[in-house]
């Protein structure tokens, strides 16, 4: 077992209790709107033990695949590439675990890259360090996030464990477990 959560309340919003086991994706739907990122970073730092919560039971450590979304004046003096990322944020330099990567060169600056490679980059960078993952499909589009289901479904045949955070009722990848976070 990775996390067990005997159910828990953040604000308005109840999460149901549920179990994580080694190899199994869990999809928990997330209600979209303007609390949404909020609202995840809250659960986030709950899953993962930032901020510890008594009804959850972390046995082994996740880890959270956010967003690269360079920022401030430094990016214009000196613009963060993919080598310099995955420096600092992975224990390789490899990227072979999504092939719409195989065509980015190192030296590529994170700026110029669209959300889908953004994403992929984060995801890979995390699971080079753990095999348990939570993470969401936020700057990506369509095609670029069933790609990522794809991905994470087949290293979950491989042992991989992950928490999904979807904020959408309509995907067409199905999942060990589902679960919808209630509005109170």
């Known amino acids: 077992?990775?996390?067990?959560?005997?159910?828990?309340?953040?604000?308005?919003?109840?999460?149901?209790?549920?179990?994580?086991?080694?190899?199994?994706?869990?999809?928990?739907?997330?209600?979209?709107?303007?609390?949404?990122?909020?609202?995840?970073?809250?659960?986030?730092?709950?899953?993962?033990?930032?901020?510890?919560?008594?009804?959850?039971?972390?046995?082994?450590?996740?880890?959270?695949?956010?967003p690269i979304w360079p920022h401030g004046f430094k990016e214009f003096i000196y613009p963060l590439t993919i080598k310099r990322y995955l420096r600092q944020h992975a224990k390789f330099e490899d990227l072979k675990i999504f092939s719409g990567l195989d065509d980015v060169k190192p030296n590529t600056k994170i700026i110029t890259l669209p959300g889908n490679q953004r994403k992929w980059i984060s995801i890979a960078s995390k699971l080079s360090y753990n095999k348990n993952i939570i993470f969401d499909l936020v700057g990506q589009d369509p095609?670029?996030?069933?790609?990522?289901?794809?991905?994470?479904?087949?290293?979950?045949?491989?042992?991989?464990?992950?928490?999904?955070?979807?904020?959408?009722?309509?995907?067409?990848?199905?999942?060990?477990?589902?679960?919808?976070?209630?509005?109170?």
């Open 143 to 184: 095609l670029g996030a069933m790609k990522t289901l794809e991905v994470m479904k087949s290293l979950s045949e491989k042992g991989y464990s992950a928490l999904f955070l979807d904020n959408f009722d309509d995907p067409e990848v199905s999942f060990d477990k589902e679960y919808y976070i209630e509005k109170i």
């Open 1 to 66: 077992m990775i996390l067990a959560n005997k159910g828990f309340q953040i604000d308005n919003f109840l999460i149901p209790p549920f179990e994580l086991h080694e190899g199994e994706i869990i999809r928990l739907c997330l209600y979209g709107g303007s609390h949404f990122f909020e609202f995840e970073d809250q659960l986030v730092k709950i899953l993962t033990g930032l901020n510890p919560h008594p009804d959850v039971t972390i046995h082994q450590k996740m880890v959270f695949a956010e």
